[in-house]
């Protein structure tokens, strides 16, 4: 199993207040991406870094922000939550840039409920 | 606009059955497929692939079977087995960009 941990695995908010949530991999690989899944949509990226300080928008991204100080750490930040970011959040990582490789892994995922 | 669709939500086969998990694509410039499989409080896990110039790739008791005409492919797990009782995820990959565009998922029940 690639070595990828999410942290924290569940957490309840109130809307408004800011979240961060942490991906951390021990994998050194390059490539990072943020996802949340959704009943009705499947997962839709959110944001990805294909290295420390580069990052860029996925389809869903509004309403979050991201950062990448380290390549071990993507982080995933909710500036002010709402009931529409509850979700399930899930951190992929992979050594390649495309993704016409079978080399996607995924963390165990967060669990986001805003009230 | 949902460019990957998987029209059934949920499927329930007999164990020892054949399981046909379906597909459809709208953007004519994906160029590889991959299924992805799910369990309860778990990130999905990479199962099977094709590429665009193939029809059929087959890992064991999984098969992906690819119609670039239709903009269709299936997955075929046979037999069917208690442990495959999970979320099947389809996604794809379009030449020159690095990102996956996953379906919404079908639900697969095997009843013992």
């Known amino acids: 199993d690639a070595g990828i941990t999410q942290s924290p695995r569940h957490k309840v908010t109130e809307t408004g207040t800011p979240v961060t949530l942490r991906c951390h991999q021990t994998?050194?690989?390059?490539?990072m991406y943020w996802y949340r899944q959704d009943p009705g949509h499947g997962l839709r990226l959110i944001h990805y870094s294909y290295g420390v300080k580069d990052t860029d928008k996925g389809e869903v991204s509004d309403g979050y922000s991201v950062s990448r100080s380290k390549t071990e750490d993507f982080l995933l930040t909710l500036e002010s939550a709402t009931s529409s970011q509850t979700s399930v959040y899930f951190c992929?990582?992979?050594?390649?840039?495309?993704?016409?490789?079978?080399?996607?892994?995924f963390g165990p995922g967060t669990r986001l409920t805003v009230l | 606009d949902q460019q990957v669709k998987q029209n059934s939500p949920s499927l329930s086969v007999q164990e020892g059955r054949i399981s046909i998990l379906n597909c459809d694509y709208t953007?004519?410039?994906?160029?590889?497929f991959l299924w992805y499989k799910k369990y309860p409080a778990e990130g999905p896990t990479f199962l099977i692939s094709?590429?665009?110039?193939?029809d059929k790739n087959e890992d064991g008791r999984f098969t992906v079977f690819l119609n670039k005409s239709a903009k269709h492919l299936s997955l075929h797990i046979v037999p069917s087995q208690p442990g495959d009782s999970a979320v099947y995820f389809c996604?794809?990959?379009?030449?020159?960009?690095?990102?996956?565009?996953f379906g919404t998922g079908t639900r697969l029940t095997i009843i013992p």
């Open positions: 992929a990582i992979s050594p390649v840039l495309t993704a016409s490789t079978d080399t996607q892994y």
């Open positions: 994998e050194n690989h390059r490539y």
């Open positions: 996604a794809a990959s379009a030449i020159g960009n690095e990102k996956l565009t």
């Open positions: 953007n004519s410039m994906f160029d590889y």
């Open positions: 094709i590429s665009s110039i193939k």
